[in-house]
């Protein structure tokens, strides 16, 4: 089902989505921040990691770096795909082989995130996506850096809420914030803008 899903996504016939007039507002590295956690099993997981799939093939044809950081309450695994070493199949493997069924914490995957960039110059000015269900909190303290840490290093973080929770929490930090309550292949229409980033 992923692998459809993702070829659907990738083609644009799922959704029928177009790009034609559209130009990307930026061509640096990403860094997707995946949660998987408990409440992310089933279709949240399955619609997660195809939205994450696409991305990887958008990184391989314009020649991106691309990172996926699979967390729950810490990082548990960490993707790496270097600009022309993009092996679909692997990335594929791994991530679909994942789960870990935990509770939620977006500050271990954000902050290590915010340290790839600033720590590996082929990261520079990375964009951040944070892809999630849950509802979480973060200190004031820790959002500070963040924020601090964003503009130091100019990046972005774009955030996809998928289900019923308030986004509150996540335009505390969030550039642009999707909220999906509806995992048709329809809502998917919603994350358009995602796609040029």
């Not at 695994?77 to 994942?98: A, C, E, G, V």
Request: aromatic fraction near 8%.
């Amino acid at each position: 089902m992923l692998l459809l899903f993702a070829k659907g996504y990738y083609e644009h016939s799922l959704l029928q989505y177009k790009i034609v007039g559209k130009e990307k507002k930026s061509k640096g590295p990403l860094i997707v921040c995946l949660d998987s956690s408990g409440s992310m099993a089933g279709l949240p997981d399955t619609w997660a990691k195809a939205v994450t799939a696409v991305l990887l093939q958008i990184a391989h044809k314009d020649k991106r770096h691309f990172r996926v950081i699979h967390f729950d309450t810490r990082v548990r695994q960490t993707d790496d795909f270097p600009p022309k070493h993009h092996d679909y199949r692997k990335f594929l493997d791994l991530m679909l082989s994942f789960y870990s069924g935990g509770g939620t914490n977006w500050e271990p995957a954000l902050t290590e995130a915010i340290k790839c960039i600033d720590n590996n110059k082929s990261l520079h000015k990375a964009n951040i996506v944070l892809i999630t269900d849950a509802l979480c909190d973060m200190s004031q303290d820790v959002l500070a850096k963040l924020n601090q840490h964003k503009q130091h290093l100019e990046t972005n973080i774009f955030s996809i809420l998928i289900g019923n929770h308030s986004e509150k929490n996540l335009t505390k930090f969030s550039d642009r914030i999707w909220v999906i309550r509806d995992l048709s292949p329809e809502a998917s229409n919603q994350i358009e803008e995602l796609f040029l980033i």
